[in-house]
């Protein structure tokens, strides 16, 4: 498999300090951002609902995600309604473009816009020996922390998303805190095994939460 950078879009934290798979590189880019150079390839998406001319975006993100074929994704503002799942959608594109049997956990948040159940998905071609779904310190809306053991070419890897607080630094900032705490509580149970936390963390790369 041709290595690639993992394309984690707000970072990509190694909390118990291992690498991906022997002789793998790590890259750190200022203000904790960590890039790993391995045999899988990672991807963070807030998919906003089904808002914004949905079928046409679908069909974009499909584009990259099959050529890609990753090995993680985690997935913001996963939503289901009347008129669709958008989850549901790219798993099933996705199985269909690539041939990989896609499984996805996910964890329901709130209700947005009166009109969609929100949440967090996590989707992977390998099998996911357990999953979990936290609840973090309430802000403008309930949030939570899904996280998964997956079985990897590189060995298990824990891996999780989440979605912060938008609209308070300091709701913020504590749920981070208790993300990192859930996921090292986690990391003790398997000390070896590496951690990688995607998400949308509504904060630039120098901000505190980061």
């Known amino acids: 498999m041709k290595k690639l950078f993992a394309m984690v879009l707000v970072t990509a934290l190694l909390l118990t300090g291992a690498a991906f798979a022997e002789g793998a590189k790590l890259s750190v880019l200022g203000s904790g951002t960590v890039l790993v150079e391995s045999d899988l390839a990672i991807i963070s998406l807030n998919l906003r609902c089904l808002l914004d001319d ?72 390998h099998p996911i020996t357990s999953w979990q779904a936290d609840a973090l310190p309430v802000g403008a809306f309930p949030r939570k922390l899904l996280r998964a053991r997956v079985a990897t070419p590189a060995g298990e890897v824990l ?29 003790a149970t398997v000390p070896a095994r590496p951690i990688v936390l995607t998400g949308d963390f509504n904060e630039g790369p120098g901000g505190e939460v980061v």
């Open 54 to 125: 949905w079928e046409v975006r679908k069909e974009l993100i499909l584009d990259e995600l099959s050529a890609r074929k990753p090995d993680l994704v985690g997935f913001q503002e996963a939503c289901a309604s009347e008129d669709g799942d958008n989850v549901h959608e790219l798993l099933t594109g996705l199985q269909e473009r690539t041939g990989l049997p896609y499984t996805a956990v996910r964890a329901s948040t709130h209700r947005s816009w009166d009109t969609y159940q929100e949440g967090l998905a996590l989707l992977t071609p």
């Open 159 to 187: 891996f999780a998303t989440t979605h912060l607080d938008h609209a308070n630094p300091a709701t913020r900032a504590a749920q981070a805190t208790e993300v990192r705490r859930l996921l090292q509580e986690d990391a």
